[in-house]
């Protein structure tokens, strides 16, 4: 099977801007959960999407929001970018076992 | 609140040697823990989960109650060891709440 794919790898915006990040899960996993992972934070939970649906949210603010399409892609937006988003967006794809696949991440970097 | 602790960001040791990197949990429901770790150049992938009781690449990890740790050891280590390695929380049904991660580096 393939893996969790991430598109763009790489990306630079500048603040005040928005940016979409995509991921696509690996085939037959309908769970999909997204996390920013930065030097200072680490790796904190952004969300999770399940059949389309938002089923948990991190502590994130409302600039950080996301989507599932029946394909159980995702995509992750972010409004308004902040120097602070800079960071590598992981997705993670789910199985029926728990056991979270992660894609190799986009890095975002805001200028 | 959920939370995880890896009190080391860095550990170095000599190639033979053992190898414990720590993890400490706050939860107040029955915990579900796991270790994930990313080498150099690649992606995040489990490595093992409390609830398997297997050991990977060396690996064992037991899930201690009582203290509240999932200590991630190995007797000899071995240089492919070297990469970041992350303790993680299953957090009610669908989210990971990981620790800070450690950086271990096998010398030679």
């Known amino acids: 099977k393939a893996g969790v794919t991430q598109t763009p790898r790489y990306l630079i915006k500048t603040r005040g801007q928005q940016v979409t990040l995509s991921c696509s899960p690996i085939?037959?996993?309908?769970?999909v959960s997204w996390y920013q992972q930065t030097p200072g934070q680490g790796l904190q939970f952004l969300f999770e999407?399940?059949?389309?649906?938002?089923?948990n949210k991190g502590n994130f603010p409302g600039r950080f929001s996301g989507r599932q399409f029946s394909n159980s892609r995702s995509e992750m937006n972010v409004s308004t970018l902040e120097l602070g988003d800079s960071a590598l967006y992981l997705c993670?794809?789910?199985?029926?076992?728990?056991?979270?696949?992660f894609g190799p991440g986009t890095r975002l970097t805001v200028t | 609140a959920q939370r995880v602790t890896q009190p080391e960001k860095l550990l170095s040791v000599f190639k033979g040697a053992p190898v414990e990197l720590k993890c400490n949990y706050s939860?107040?429901?029955?915990?579900?823990l796991f270790w994930y770790v990313q080498y150099s150049r690649q992606r995040l992938q489990l490595l093992l989960r409390?609830?398997s009781r297997e050991s990977i690449k060396g690996f064992t990890a037991d899930l201690n109650k009582g203290e509240t740790s999932f200590h991630l050891k190995k007797p000899f280590a071995q240089e492919e060891d070297s990469a970041m390695y992350y303790c993680?929380?299953?957090?009610?049904?669908?989210?990971?709440?990981f620790g800070q991660g450690t950086r271990l580096t096998i010398n030679p």
């Open positions: 993670a794809s789910k199985d029926r076992t728990y056991e979270q696949y």
């Open positions: 085939s037959g996993h309908r769970s």
């Open positions: 999407y399940f059949s389309e649906t938002q089923r």
């Open positions: 939860y107040s429901g029955s915990p579900e």
């Open positions: 409390h609830i």
């Open positions: 993680a929380l299953k957090s009610g049904a669908q989210k990971l709440v």
